[in-house]
């Protein structure tokens, strides 16, 4: 090479950085080397459904996904045997609330699931149905 080459005897790979005044050359060679991990097999995991509906309401075959309202659950079924127990007919047991708070899954996920694992108070033979009035609301009740 002439006057002023600079020759690199050794493998350059990396990156390499070469800078002087024309008297002085510093050559700064750094290298990278990269570990290649052993590949891990996946382990297989089984998930179960999806808990989360998204806004769809949550059903009686849901009792299993739906959690979280124990207390309201425990404390509806109470307010239901009391009731029950203070009158001879059927009573209404109204479940109030806004528009897409829970009122129909807490009915239908969590109540009637508790129902049926754990009956009213001498009333196991009663019948649980479901009313979705929607725009014919008579003709809905008559198909109860």
Known sequence: MGERGIQ???SAVGSAIVSGDGN??????QTTQQRQEPATAEIPVKLGPNP???LAAFT???GDRYFGRETQVKRLWERFQRLVEQSEV???LPILGPSGS????LA???LIPA???RPLLGKAQLRVAVLVPGSHPLEALAGV
């Open 52 to 54: 989360y509906k998204g």
């Open 115 to 117: 129902l049926a694992q």
């Open 60 to 62: 009686e075959q849901d």
């Open 90 to 92: 059927p009573r209404l």
């Open 108 to 110: 239908r996920a969590g």
């Open 8 to 10: 690199i005897q050794e």
């Open 102 to 105: 829970g009122k129909s899954s």
């Open 24 to 29: 002085t050359i510093y050559v700064i060679h």
